[in-house]
Protein backbone atom coordinates (compact mmCIF):
# COMPACT_ATOMS: atom_id res chain seq x y z
CA UNK A 1 0.00 0.00 0.00
CA UNK A 2 2.75 2.64 0.55
CA UNK A 3 4.34 1.57 -2.63
CA UNK A 4 1.16 4.13 -4.05
CA UNK A 5 1.85 6.84 -2.00
CA UNK A 6 3.97 9.63 -3.60
CA UNK A 7 8.25 9.44 -2.10
CA UNK A 8 7.43 12.92 -0.02
CA UNK A 9 4.69 11.62 1.87
CA UNK A 10 6.42 8.27 2.91
CA UNK A 11 9.38 10.41 4.18
CA UNK A 12 7.10 12.85 5.72
CA UNK A 13 8.18 14.09 9.20
CA UNK A 14 6.31 15.88 11.99
CA UNK A 15 8.45 18.62 11.67
CA UNK A 16 7.47 19.59 8.41
CA UNK A 17 3.83 20.17 9.65
CA UNK A 18 3.67 23.40 10.98
CA UNK A 19 5.51 25.20 7.50
CA UNK A 20 2.81 23.51 5.61
CA UNK A 21 -0.46 24.29 7.66
CA UNK A 22 1.01 27.77 7.65
CA UNK A 23 1.66 28.13 4.18
CA UNK A 24 -1.83 26.48 3.30
CA UNK A 25 -3.43 29.14 5.27
CA UNK A 26 -2.12 32.33 3.66
CA UNK A 27 -2.02 30.46 0.08
CA UNK A 28 -5.93 30.17 0.88
CA UNK A 29 -6.03 33.96 1.08
CA UNK A 30 -4.44 34.27 -2.17
CA UNK A 31 -6.34 31.77 -3.69
CA UNK A 32 -9.93 33.02 -3.07
CA UNK A 33 -9.69 36.15 -4.77
CA UNK A 34 -7.39 34.97 -7.90
CA UNK A 35 -9.62 31.96 -8.38
CA UNK A 36 -13.50 34.34 -8.47
CA UNK A 37 -11.30 36.81 -10.81
CA UNK A 38 -10.07 34.50 -12.95
CA UNK A 39 -12.65 32.18 -13.76
CA UNK A 40 -14.40 36.01 -14.25
CA UNK A 41 -11.88 36.83 -16.66
CA UNK A 42 -12.43 33.45 -18.40
CA UNK A 43 -15.81 34.42 -19.01
CA UNK A 44 -17.23 31.82 -16.25
CA UNK A 45 -19.25 32.40 -12.81
CA UNK A 46 -16.98 32.55 -10.64
CA UNK A 47 -17.51 29.67 -8.06
CA UNK A 48 -15.62 27.39 -10.60
CA UNK A 49 -12.53 29.37 -10.04
CA UNK A 50 -13.00 27.97 -6.81
CA UNK A 51 -13.99 24.52 -8.10
CA UNK A 52 -10.40 24.79 -10.39
CA UNK A 53 -8.52 25.01 -6.25
CA UNK A 54 -9.49 22.23 -4.84
CA UNK A 55 -9.39 18.59 -6.66
CA UNK A 56 -6.07 20.07 -8.91
CA UNK A 57 -4.06 20.84 -5.43
CA UNK A 58 -5.09 17.13 -4.64
CA UNK A 59 -4.29 15.17 -7.48
CA UNK A 60 -1.18 17.21 -8.31
CA UNK A 61 0.05 16.26 -5.12
CA UNK A 62 0.16 12.70 -5.62
CA UNK A 63 1.45 13.11 -9.46
CA UNK A 64 4.08 16.25 -9.17
CA UNK A 65 7.41 16.74 -8.37
CA UNK A 66 8.28 20.22 -6.96
CA UNK A 67 7.76 20.44 -3.24
CA UNK A 68 5.87 24.14 -3.70
CA UNK A 69 4.64 24.29 -6.97
CA UNK A 70 0.83 25.82 -6.22
CA UNK A 71 -1.70 24.59 -9.11
CA UNK A 72 -5.08 25.98 -9.66
CA UNK A 73 -6.58 29.01 -12.15
CA UNK A 74 -3.94 31.68 -13.30
CA UNK A 75 -4.89 34.52 -15.70
CA UNK A 76 -3.15 33.87 -19.13
CA UNK A 77 -4.37 30.18 -18.96
CA UNK A 78 -7.83 31.95 -17.75
CA UNK A 79 -7.68 34.43 -21.13
CA UNK A 80 -6.94 31.60 -23.34
CA UNK A 81 -10.31 29.66 -22.38
CA UNK A 82 -11.49 32.97 -23.36
CA UNK A 83 -9.89 33.49 -26.52
CA UNK A 84 -10.98 29.77 -27.46
CA UNK A 85 -14.49 29.70 -26.60
CA UNK A 86 -15.92 33.00 -27.27
CA UNK A 87 -16.71 32.22 -31.19
CA UNK A 88 -18.20 28.80 -29.98
CA UNK A 89 -20.77 29.95 -27.64
CA UNK A 90 -21.53 33.02 -25.19
CA UNK A 91 -19.44 34.03 -21.90
CA UNK A 92 -21.60 31.86 -19.10
CA UNK A 93 -23.77 30.25 -20.94
CA UNK A 94 -24.01 26.30 -20.51
CA UNK A 95 -22.56 25.76 -23.76
CA UNK A 96 -19.55 27.75 -22.71
CA UNK A 97 -19.44 26.03 -19.50
CA UNK A 98 -19.27 22.91 -20.84
CA UNK A 99 -16.69 23.94 -23.69
CA UNK A 100 -14.38 25.15 -20.97
CA UNK A 101 -14.73 21.59 -18.82
CA UNK A 102 -13.83 19.75 -22.21
CA UNK A 103 -10.80 22.20 -22.91
CA UNK A 104 -9.34 21.34 -19.33
CA UNK A 105 -10.14 17.57 -19.71
CA UNK A 106 -8.37 17.59 -23.45
CA UNK A 107 -5.56 19.53 -22.46
CA UNK A 108 -5.19 17.18 -19.29
CA UNK A 109 -5.27 14.14 -21.46
CA UNK A 110 -2.68 15.61 -23.88
CA UNK A 111 -0.14 16.41 -20.99
CA UNK A 112 -0.43 13.17 -18.91
CA UNK A 113 0.17 11.21 -22.49
CA UNK A 114 2.84 13.41 -22.80
CA UNK A 115 4.00 12.34 -19.23
CA UNK A 116 3.68 8.58 -19.97
CA UNK A 117 5.86 9.01 -22.88
CA UNK A 118 8.63 10.98 -21.71
CA UNK A 119 8.15 13.39 -23.28
CA UNK A 120 9.56 16.38 -20.65
CA UNK A 121 11.42 17.73 -23.41
CA UNK A 122 8.78 19.60 -24.53
CA UNK A 123 9.85 22.10 -22.01
CA UNK A 124 12.26 23.09 -25.07
CA UNK A 125 10.50 23.45 -28.29
CA UNK A 126 9.26 26.98 -27.35
CA UNK A 127 12.10 29.41 -26.40
CA UNK A 128 12.61 31.72 -23.13
CA UNK A 129 11.66 35.29 -24.85
CA UNK A 130 8.66 33.54 -27.24
CA UNK A 131 7.01 32.46 -24.18
CA UNK A 132 8.14 35.82 -22.31
CA UNK A 133 6.81 38.00 -25.13
CA UNK A 134 3.88 35.65 -25.13
CA UNK A 135 3.11 36.26 -21.47
CA UNK A 136 3.78 40.54 -21.66
CA UNK A 137 1.25 40.45 -24.71
CA UNK A 138 -1.31 38.12 -22.69
CA UNK A 139 -1.35 40.00 -19.57
CA UNK A 140 -1.29 43.49 -21.77
CA UNK A 141 -4.31 42.25 -22.98
CA UNK A 142 -5.45 41.20 -19.89
CA UNK A 143 -5.01 44.67 -19.01
CA UNK A 144 -7.07 46.43 -21.92
CA UNK A 145 -9.65 43.79 -21.32
CA UNK A 146 -10.19 44.35 -17.75
CA UNK A 147 -10.49 48.28 -18.20
CA UNK A 148 -14.61 47.14 -19.14
CA UNK A 149 -15.08 45.76 -15.56
CA UNK A 150 -12.89 48.11 -13.59
CA UNK A 151 -14.44 51.31 -15.23
CA UNK A 152 -18.42 50.05 -15.25
CA UNK A 153 -18.40 50.46 -19.65
CA UNK A 154 -19.78 48.62 -22.35
CA UNK A 155 -16.68 48.62 -25.03
CA UNK A 156 -16.20 46.02 -27.80
CA UNK A 157 -13.12 45.10 -29.53
CA UNK A 158 -11.21 41.72 -31.51
CA UNK A 159 -7.93 42.94 -30.38
CA UNK A 160 -6.03 45.27 -27.51
CA UNK A 161 -5.79 47.88 -30.24
CA UNK A 162 -9.80 48.48 -31.01
CA UNK A 163 -10.76 46.92 -27.51
CA UNK A 164 -8.91 49.89 -25.89
CA UNK A 165 -10.28 52.62 -28.35
CA UNK A 166 -13.89 51.20 -27.63
CA UNK A 167 -13.39 51.69 -24.01
CA UNK A 168 -11.82 55.17 -24.64
CA UNK A 169 -14.88 56.62 -26.56
CA UNK A 170 -17.40 54.38 -23.58
CA UNK A 171 -15.60 56.36 -21.05
CA UNK A 172 -18.41 59.23 -21.13
CA UNK A 173 -20.93 56.60 -20.02
CA UNK A 174 -18.65 55.05 -17.56
CA UNK A 175 -20.28 54.08 -14.12
CA UNK A 176 -18.89 56.75 -11.44
CA UNK A 177 -19.56 54.34 -8.51
CA UNK A 178 -17.91 51.40 -10.25
CA UNK A 179 -15.07 53.50 -11.48
CA UNK A 180 -14.45 55.05 -8.24
CA UNK A 181 -14.33 51.52 -6.04
CA UNK A 182 -12.70 49.89 -9.12
CA UNK A 183 -9.57 52.76 -9.53
CA UNK A 184 -9.06 53.03 -5.42
CA UNK A 185 -8.91 49.69 -5.32
CA UNK A 186 -6.52 49.52 -7.72
CA UNK A 187 -4.31 51.93 -6.66
CA UNK A 188 -4.40 51.10 -3.18
CA UNK A 189 -3.39 47.26 -4.71
CA UNK A 190 -0.41 48.99 -6.32
CA UNK A 191 0.60 50.93 -3.44
CA UNK A 192 0.59 48.30 -1.20
CA UNK A 193 3.02 46.21 -3.62
CA UNK A 194 5.70 48.86 -3.87
CA UNK A 195 5.08 50.39 -0.30
CA UNK A 196 3.98 47.74 1.91
CA UNK A 197 7.06 45.57 2.23
CA UNK A 198 9.36 48.70 3.38
CA UNK A 199 6.56 49.58 5.85
CA UNK A 200 5.99 46.09 7.04
CA UNK A 201 10.00 45.78 7.01
CA UNK A 202 10.33 49.37 9.27
CA UNK A 203 7.50 47.88 11.86
CA UNK A 204 10.17 44.93 12.54
CA UNK A 205 8.84 42.10 9.87
CA UNK A 206 10.93 40.28 8.76
CA UNK A 207 12.23 40.58 4.67
CA UNK A 208 10.26 37.50 4.01
CA UNK A 209 7.02 38.08 6.13
CA UNK A 210 6.60 41.83 4.33
CA UNK A 211 6.61 40.56 0.80
CA UNK A 212 4.06 37.37 2.08
CA UNK A 213 2.28 40.05 3.82
CA UNK A 214 2.34 42.65 0.83
CA UNK A 215 0.75 39.67 -1.27
CA UNK A 216 -1.99 39.21 0.68
CA UNK A 217 -3.39 42.43 0.10
CA UNK A 218 -5.62 41.26 -2.22
CA UNK A 219 -7.56 39.40 0.37
CA UNK A 220 -7.88 42.24 2.84
CA UNK A 221 -9.35 44.59 -0.62
CA UNK A 222 -11.81 41.52 -1.06
CA UNK A 223 -13.22 41.55 2.40
CA UNK A 224 -13.40 45.36 2.77
CA UNK A 225 -14.43 45.91 -0.37
CA UNK A 226 -17.34 43.33 0.16
CA UNK A 227 -18.24 44.26 3.97
CA UNK A 228 -18.48 48.09 2.90
CA UNK A 229 -20.76 47.35 0.27
CA UNK A 230 -22.88 44.98 2.02
CA UNK A 231 -23.34 47.55 4.97
CA UNK A 232 -23.87 50.73 2.73
CA UNK A 233 -26.38 48.97 1.04
CA UNK A 234 -24.23 49.71 -2.74
CA UNK A 235 -25.55 46.05 -3.99
CA UNK A 236 -28.38 47.31 -5.76
CA UNK A 237 -25.63 50.22 -7.71
CA UNK A 238 -23.22 47.67 -8.54
CA UNK A 239 -22.34 44.82 -10.93
CA UNK A 240 -21.51 41.98 -7.52
CA UNK A 241 -20.41 38.52 -7.96
CA UNK A 242 -24.29 37.92 -6.19
CA UNK A 243 -24.80 34.35 -4.32
CA UNK A 244 -22.56 31.58 -5.19
CA UNK A 245 -23.64 28.31 -4.49
CA UNK A 246 -22.73 26.88 -1.26
CA UNK A 247 -21.44 23.28 -1.00
CA UNK A 248 -18.47 20.97 -2.54
CA UNK A 249 -18.09 20.72 -6.68
CA UNK A 250 -19.91 17.91 -8.00
CA UNK A 251 -19.04 15.64 -10.47
CA UNK A 252 -18.93 16.25 -14.25
CA UNK A 253 -18.38 13.99 -17.06
CA UNK A 254 -17.31 16.23 -20.37
CA UNK A 255 -19.54 16.20 -23.20
CA UNK A 256 -17.54 14.19 -25.76
CA UNK A 257 -19.02 16.02 -28.71
CA UNK A 258 -16.98 15.70 -31.76
CA UNK A 259 -18.05 18.87 -33.39
CA UNK A 260 -16.81 20.76 -30.11
CA UNK A 261 -13.62 18.55 -29.64
CA UNK A 262 -12.78 19.62 -33.22
CA UNK A 263 -12.08 23.12 -32.60
CA UNK A 264 -10.48 22.68 -28.99
CA UNK A 265 -7.83 20.30 -29.99
CA UNK A 266 -5.12 23.44 -31.11
CA UNK A 267 -6.38 25.65 -27.84
CA UNK A 268 -6.00 22.77 -25.79
CA UNK A 269 -2.44 21.69 -26.93
CA UNK A 270 -1.17 25.37 -26.75
CA UNK A 271 -2.75 26.16 -23.66
CA UNK A 272 -1.26 22.97 -21.94
CA UNK A 273 2.18 23.38 -23.70
CA UNK A 274 2.06 27.20 -22.34
CA UNK A 275 1.29 25.90 -18.72
CA UNK A 276 3.64 22.91 -18.59
CA UNK A 277 6.34 25.66 -19.99
CA UNK A 278 5.63 28.10 -17.40
CA UNK A 279 5.33 25.76 -14.60
CA UNK A 280 8.49 24.04 -14.91
CA UNK A 281 10.45 27.04 -15.05
CA UNK A 282 8.61 28.17 -12.09
CA UNK A 283 9.30 24.81 -9.86
CA UNK A 284 12.93 24.64 -11.46
CA UNK A 285 13.15 28.50 -10.02
CA UNK A 286 12.60 27.29 -6.64
CA UNK A 287 13.81 24.05 -6.50
CA UNK A 288 17.13 25.44 -7.40
CA UNK A 289 16.99 27.78 -4.43
CA UNK A 290 16.34 24.86 -1.64
CA UNK A 291 18.55 22.41 -3.45
CA UNK A 292 16.05 19.66 -5.25
CA UNK A 293 15.20 18.73 -8.66
CA UNK A 294 12.20 18.75 -10.86
CA UNK A 295 11.36 15.48 -13.02
CA UNK A 296 9.69 17.54 -16.04
CA UNK A 297 7.89 13.87 -16.69
CA UNK A 298 6.68 13.86 -13.83
CA UNK A 299 5.73 17.64 -14.10
CA UNK A 300 3.82 16.72 -17.27
CA UNK A 301 1.80 13.98 -15.20
CA UNK A 302 1.30 16.05 -12.75
CA UNK A 303 0.01 18.61 -14.39
CA UNK A 304 -2.01 16.38 -16.84
CA UNK A 305 -3.88 14.69 -13.62
CA UNK A 306 -4.88 17.91 -12.40
CA UNK A 307 -6.41 19.21 -15.37
CA UNK A 308 -8.27 16.49 -15.33
CA UNK A 309 -9.85 16.65 -12.20
CA UNK A 310 -10.63 20.36 -13.08
CA UNK A 311 -12.36 18.69 -15.87
CA UNK A 312 -14.05 16.15 -13.52
CA UNK A 313 -14.94 19.50 -11.06
CA UNK A 314 -16.86 21.10 -14.01
CA UNK A 315 -14.28 23.99 -14.13
CA UNK A 316 -11.62 25.20 -16.70
CA UNK A 317 -7.76 24.76 -17.38
CA UNK A 318 -5.27 24.81 -14.31
CA UNK A 319 -1.22 24.88 -14.08
CA UNK A 320 1.44 26.32 -11.60
CA UNK A 321 0.95 29.99 -10.70
CA UNK A 322 4.20 32.07 -9.61
CA UNK A 323 2.32 34.59 -7.47
CA UNK A 324 0.62 31.76 -5.19
CA UNK A 325 4.24 29.10 -5.68
CA UNK A 326 5.84 32.15 -3.94
CA UNK A 327 3.58 32.92 -1.22
CA UNK A 328 3.16 28.84 -0.93
CA UNK A 329 7.33 29.42 -0.52
CA UNK A 330 7.68 32.54 1.64
CA UNK A 331 4.77 30.68 3.67
CA UNK A 332 6.89 27.72 5.04
CA UNK A 333 5.77 24.99 2.65
CA UNK A 334 7.77 21.92 2.91
CA UNK A 335 6.17 19.60 0.82
CA UNK A 336 2.93 19.20 -1.06
CA UNK A 337 1.05 18.41 1.97
CA UNK A 338 0.27 22.55 1.73
CA UNK A 339 -1.55 22.58 -0.97
CA UNK A 340 -3.74 19.29 0.04
CA UNK A 341 -4.38 21.42 3.13
CA UNK A 342 -5.09 24.48 1.38
CA UNK A 343 -7.37 22.45 -1.17
CA UNK A 344 -9.06 21.53 2.12
CA UNK A 345 -9.23 25.13 3.51
CA UNK A 346 -11.09 25.92 -0.29
CA UNK A 347 -13.49 23.31 0.09
CA UNK A 348 -14.49 24.76 3.79
CA UNK A 349 -14.95 28.49 1.63
CA UNK A 350 -17.27 26.61 -0.48
CA UNK A 351 -19.20 24.65 1.92
CA UNK A 352 -19.34 27.42 4.88
CA UNK A 353 -18.35 31.02 3.81
CA UNK A 354 -19.19 31.84 -0.34
CA UNK A 355 -21.88 34.24 1.62
CA UNK A 356 -18.91 36.53 2.54
CA UNK A 357 -18.73 37.65 -1.74
CA UNK A 358 -22.26 38.15 -2.45
CA UNK A 359 -21.18 41.73 -2.23
CA UNK A 360 -18.24 42.03 -4.01
CA UNK A 361 -18.23 44.20 -7.04
CA UNK A 362 -17.10 43.00 -9.93
CA UNK A 363 -14.74 46.33 -10.92
CA UNK A 364 -12.38 45.03 -7.04
CA UNK A 365 -12.00 41.36 -9.54
CA UNK A 366 -11.60 43.31 -11.92
CA UNK A 367 -8.48 45.61 -9.90
CA UNK A 368 -7.08 42.12 -8.78
CA UNK A 369 -6.16 41.06 -12.20
CA UNK A 370 -4.95 43.86 -13.34
CA UNK A 371 -2.50 44.11 -10.45
CA UNK A 372 -1.49 40.42 -10.94
CA UNK A 373 -1.06 41.45 -14.53
CA UNK A 374 0.95 44.24 -14.28
CA UNK A 375 3.72 42.04 -12.79
CA UNK A 376 3.94 39.46 -15.99
CA UNK A 377 5.00 42.15 -18.02
CA UNK A 378 9.08 41.95 -17.75
CA UNK A 379 10.25 44.79 -19.57
CA UNK A 380 13.66 44.11 -17.82
CA UNK A 381 13.31 40.86 -19.95
CA UNK A 382 12.82 42.32 -23.12
CA UNK A 383 15.96 44.90 -23.06
CA UNK A 384 18.41 41.97 -21.74
CA UNK A 385 17.02 40.25 -24.56
CA UNK A 386 17.24 42.74 -27.11
CA UNK A 387 20.90 43.73 -26.20
CA UNK A 388 22.27 40.13 -25.75
CA UNK A 389 20.57 39.03 -29.78
CA UNK A 390 18.59 41.17 -31.90
CA UNK A 391 16.90 38.15 -33.21
CA UNK A 392 15.61 36.99 -30.09
CA UNK A 393 14.40 39.97 -29.21
CA UNK A 394 12.74 40.39 -32.05
CA UNK A 395 10.81 37.22 -31.19
CA UNK A 396 10.30 38.53 -27.59
CA UNK A 397 8.48 41.75 -28.96
CA UNK A 398 7.31 40.15 -32.44
CA UNK A 399 5.01 37.13 -30.53
CA UNK A 400 4.10 40.38 -27.56
CA UNK A 401 2.59 42.45 -30.57
CA UNK A 402 1.30 39.05 -32.71
CA UNK A 403 -0.80 38.79 -29.58
CA UNK A 404 -2.26 42.02 -29.18
CA UNK A 405 -2.91 42.63 -32.78
CA UNK A 406 -3.70 39.09 -34.06
CA UNK A 407 -5.05 37.53 -30.76
CA UNK A 408 -3.67 34.75 -28.28
CA UNK A 409 -3.50 31.86 -30.51
CA UNK A 410 -2.31 33.73 -33.70
CA UNK A 411 0.14 35.30 -31.01
CA UNK A 412 1.67 32.45 -30.31
CA UNK A 413 2.25 30.72 -33.95
CA UNK A 414 3.73 33.84 -35.09
CA UNK A 415 6.42 33.59 -32.03
CA UNK A 416 7.40 30.01 -32.60
CA UNK A 417 7.50 30.55 -36.07
CA UNK A 418 9.66 33.30 -35.59
CA UNK A 419 12.15 31.50 -33.31
CA UNK A 420 12.06 28.86 -36.17
CA UNK A 421 13.19 31.21 -38.68
CA UNK A 422 15.95 32.83 -36.31
CA UNK A 423 17.03 28.89 -35.85
CA UNK A 424 16.79 28.21 -39.92
CA UNK A 425 18.50 31.59 -40.64
CA UNK A 426 21.67 31.20 -38.05
CA UNK A 427 22.00 27.53 -39.35
CA UNK A 428 22.05 28.32 -42.86
CA UNK A 429 24.44 31.62 -42.40
CA UNK A 430 27.35 29.46 -40.49
CA UNK A 431 29.98 31.43 -38.81
CA UNK A 432 33.50 30.88 -40.29
CA UNK A 433 36.56 32.12 -38.81
CA UNK A 434 40.27 32.35 -40.29
CA UNK A 435 42.41 31.40 -37.49
CA UNK A 436 45.89 31.56 -36.40
CA UNK A 437 48.42 30.20 -33.51
CA UNK A 438 48.78 32.03 -30.86
CA UNK A 439 52.67 33.12 -30.52
CA UNK A 440 54.45 30.64 -27.83
CA UNK A 441 51.14 28.70 -27.45
CA UNK A 442 49.45 25.31 -29.24
CA UNK A 443 45.87 27.40 -29.07
CA UNK A 444 44.29 29.00 -32.32
CA UNK A 445 42.23 31.75 -32.61
CA UNK A 446 40.27 34.00 -35.09
CA UNK A 447 43.02 36.26 -36.87
CA UNK A 448 40.30 39.56 -36.33
CA UNK A 449 40.23 39.31 -32.79
CA UNK A 450 43.48 38.24 -31.22
CA UNK A 451 47.28 38.40 -32.26
CA UNK A 452 48.36 35.24 -34.21
CA UNK A 453 51.00 33.60 -36.10
CA UNK A 454 49.85 32.65 -39.76
CA UNK A 455 51.53 31.46 -43.32
CA UNK A 456 50.41 32.91 -46.83
CA UNK A 457 51.04 29.22 -47.40
CA UNK A 458 48.52 27.94 -45.42
CA UNK A 459 44.87 28.43 -44.62
CA UNK A 460 42.87 27.51 -41.67
CA UNK A 461 39.34 28.13 -41.35
CA UNK A 462 37.36 27.02 -38.62
CA UNK A 463 33.89 25.88 -39.30
CA UNK A 464 30.66 26.37 -36.09
CA UNK A 465 28.16 25.25 -37.22
CA UNK A 466 27.09 20.78 -38.57
CA UNK A 467 27.11 20.77 -42.28
CA UNK A 468 23.96 20.74 -43.65
CA UNK A 469 21.63 20.94 -46.72
CA UNK A 470 20.37 24.46 -45.79
CA UNK A 471 24.08 25.84 -45.27
CA UNK A 472 26.34 23.47 -47.58
CA UNK A 473 26.06 26.05 -50.32
CA UNK A 474 26.48 28.93 -48.02
CA UNK A 475 29.77 27.21 -46.70
CA UNK A 476 30.88 26.63 -50.00
CA UNK A 477 30.75 30.30 -51.11
CA UNK A 478 32.36 31.66 -48.27
CA UNK A 479 35.16 29.26 -48.69
CA UNK A 480 36.25 29.85 -52.30
CA UNK A 481 35.91 33.46 -51.43
CA UNK A 482 38.86 32.60 -48.85
CA UNK A 483 40.69 31.33 -50.94
CA UNK A 484 40.48 33.97 -54.07
CA UNK A 485 43.12 35.53 -52.38
CA UNK A 486 46.00 36.88 -53.75
CA UNK A 487 48.69 34.62 -53.19
CA UNK A 488 46.03 31.96 -53.52
CA UNK A 489 47.30 29.28 -50.57
CA UNK A 490 48.48 26.15 -50.88
CA UNK A 491 46.71 24.44 -48.47
CA UNK A 492 42.86 25.08 -47.00
CA UNK A 493 42.32 22.77 -43.94
CA UNK A 494 38.84 23.02 -42.40
CA UNK A 495 38.78 22.97 -38.43
CA UNK A 496 35.96 20.65 -37.70
CA UNK A 497 35.76 21.26 -34.12
CA UNK A 498 32.31 22.79 -33.88
CA UNK A 499 30.89 20.30 -36.69
CA UNK A 500 28.91 17.27 -35.15
CA UNK A 501 27.00 16.69 -38.23
CA UNK A 502 27.81 16.22 -41.93
CA UNK A 503 24.68 15.17 -44.13
CA UNK A 504 24.65 13.71 -47.84
CA UNK A 505 24.03 17.24 -49.35
CA UNK A 506 27.40 18.91 -47.67
CA UNK A 507 29.26 15.66 -48.25
CA UNK A 508 28.58 16.36 -52.00
CA UNK A 509 29.47 19.97 -51.08
CA UNK A 510 32.91 18.92 -49.81
CA UNK A 511 33.60 16.40 -52.61
CA UNK A 512 33.07 19.52 -55.54
CA UNK A 513 35.12 22.03 -53.04
CA UNK A 514 38.01 19.60 -52.88
CA UNK A 515 37.44 18.78 -57.15
CA UNK A 516 37.69 22.16 -57.48
CA UNK A 517 40.45 23.16 -55.40
CA UNK A 518 42.20 20.70 -57.32
CA UNK A 519 41.99 22.49 -60.53
CA UNK A 520 43.70 25.44 -58.83
CA UNK A 521 46.30 23.28 -57.36
CA UNK A 522 44.98 23.96 -53.68
CA UNK A 523 45.01 20.99 -51.16
CA UNK A 524 42.08 20.10 -49.06
CA UNK A 525 42.89 18.85 -45.77
CA UNK A 526 40.66 18.32 -42.85
CA UNK A 527 41.61 19.09 -38.84
CA UNK A 528 39.99 17.95 -35.34
CA UNK A 529 37.26 15.86 -37.51
CA UNK A 530 35.22 14.50 -34.27
CA UNK A 531 34.61 10.50 -34.39
CA UNK A 532 30.80 10.29 -35.19
CA UNK A 533 32.01 12.80 -38.59
CA UNK A 534 34.94 10.80 -38.87
CA UNK A 535 33.30 7.36 -39.01
CA UNK A 536 30.58 8.49 -41.56
CA UNK A 537 33.24 10.28 -44.16
CA UNK A 538 35.53 6.80 -43.80
CA UNK A 539 35.13 4.35 -46.37
CA UNK A 540 33.06 7.35 -48.63
CA UNK A 541 33.92 9.16 -51.79
CA UNK A 542 35.31 11.80 -50.15
CA UNK A 543 38.31 10.20 -48.43
CA UNK A 544 38.97 7.90 -51.78
CA UNK A 545 39.73 11.31 -53.57
CA UNK A 546 40.87 13.25 -50.90
CA UNK A 547 44.20 14.47 -51.90
CA UNK A 548 45.20 16.06 -48.91
CA UNK A 549 45.61 14.61 -44.84
CA UNK A 550 42.98 14.93 -41.50
CA UNK A 551 45.11 15.82 -39.25
CA UNK A 552 44.51 14.85 -34.67
CA UNK A 553 45.10 18.48 -34.38
CA UNK A 554 45.18 22.05 -35.77
CA UNK A 555 48.66 22.61 -34.84
CA UNK A 556 49.82 19.44 -35.72
CA UNK A 557 48.27 20.73 -39.53
CA UNK A 558 50.17 24.31 -39.09
CA UNK A 559 53.51 22.66 -37.94
CA UNK A 560 53.32 19.75 -41.01
CA UNK A 561 51.77 22.26 -43.86
CA UNK A 562 53.85 25.96 -42.78
CA UNK A 563 56.90 27.07 -44.39
CA UNK A 564 59.92 24.77 -43.56
CA UNK A 565 62.22 27.68 -41.91
CA UNK A 566 58.90 28.49 -40.03
CA UNK A 567 59.95 24.73 -38.47
CA UNK A 568 63.36 25.74 -37.76
Known sequence: MTGLLPGWLRRYRRDLLPGDLLAALVVTMLL???????????????????????APLLVYALFGSSMVLSVGPVAVASLMTASALTPLADPGSPEYIAGAVLLAFLSGLM??????????????????PVISGFI?????????GQLRPLLGVDAEGQSAVTLMVGVVRSLPQLEP??????????????????????????????????????????????IAVSALVAVAGLEQRLDVVGTLPAGLPQLVLPALDPALITPLLLPALIIGLIGFVESVAIAQAFARQRGQRIDPDAELRGLGAANVASALSGAFPVTGGFSRTAVNAEGGARTPL?????????ALVLVFATGLFRALPMTVLAAVIIIAAVGLVDVAALRRVWRHDRMEGLAFAGTALGVLVVGVEAGVLFGVT????????????????????????????????????????????????????????????QLETLVARDPAPDHLVLVMTSVSHVDATALDMLEALDAGLERRGIRLHLAEVKGPVMDGLRGGPLMARLRGEVFLSVNEAF????????NQ
Request: hydrophobic content about 55%; some cysteine; charged content about 15%.
Open 111 to 128: LFAFGLLRLGNLARLMSH
Open 32 to 54: VPQGLAYAALAGLPPQLGLYASV
Open 338 to 346: AGVFAAVLI
Open 418 to 477: LSLVTLIWRASHPHLAVVGRVPGTEHFRNVCRHRVETDARVLLVRIDENLFFGNAEAVQQ
Open 559 to 566: ETLAEPER
Open 177 to 222: LTAAIGVGVLGGLWAARIYLPGLLRHLGLSSAAAALGSRLAPMAAV
Open 136 to 144: AGAALLIIV
